[in-house]
């Protein structure tokens, strides 16, 4: 059985450009002592984007490419994966129990609704 393996951030080849090793995430050049990336902030950038990319994917295959709220059929590219519960409440971001698909029409209705539950939370300012 052939298991299909997702590439690991080492797989990357470092660039470099006239002998100075290049930044996997922003091209600018990396400074002694450092061997992959200019900064930390670089290097969380380019993981986050990179686990990213794979975790859509598996969420999108394991709905079968369907809304999780219009039940309709779509295109890869025309749907988006939702954190059921915001990001900005501290939940891993990367949680898989806490992702669905979403079409883009049902995603921005369910934002919205997210959004105005936030602007009720927010203290008031005396």
């Not at 709905?63 to 779509?74: A, G, L, P, V, W």
């Not at 698909?101 to 369910?110: T, Y």
Request: positive net charge; aromatic residues 8%.
């Amino acid at each position: 059985m052939n298991v299909k393996r997702f590439p690991r951030i080492s797989d990357y080849e470092n660039k470099t450009v006239n002998g100075t090793l290049i930044c996997r995430n922003c091209d600018n050049a990396v400074s002694k002592g450092r061997r992959h990336y200019c900064s930390a902030s670089c290097m969380n950038t380019f993981v986050r984007d990179h686990l990213w990319r794979f975790v859509r994917e598996d969420i999108l295959r394991r709905d079968n490419y369907h809304c999780s709220i219009c039940e309709k059929c779509y295109r890869k590219s025309k749907l988006d994966v939702d954190h059921i519960i915001p990001v900005r409440t501290g939940i891993d971001p990367f949680n898989k129990n806490n992702l669905r698909s979403l079409c883009k029409e049902c995603h921005l209705a369910k934002t919205n609704l997210d959004n105005e539950a936030q602007i009720f939370k927010k203290p008031k300012s005396a």
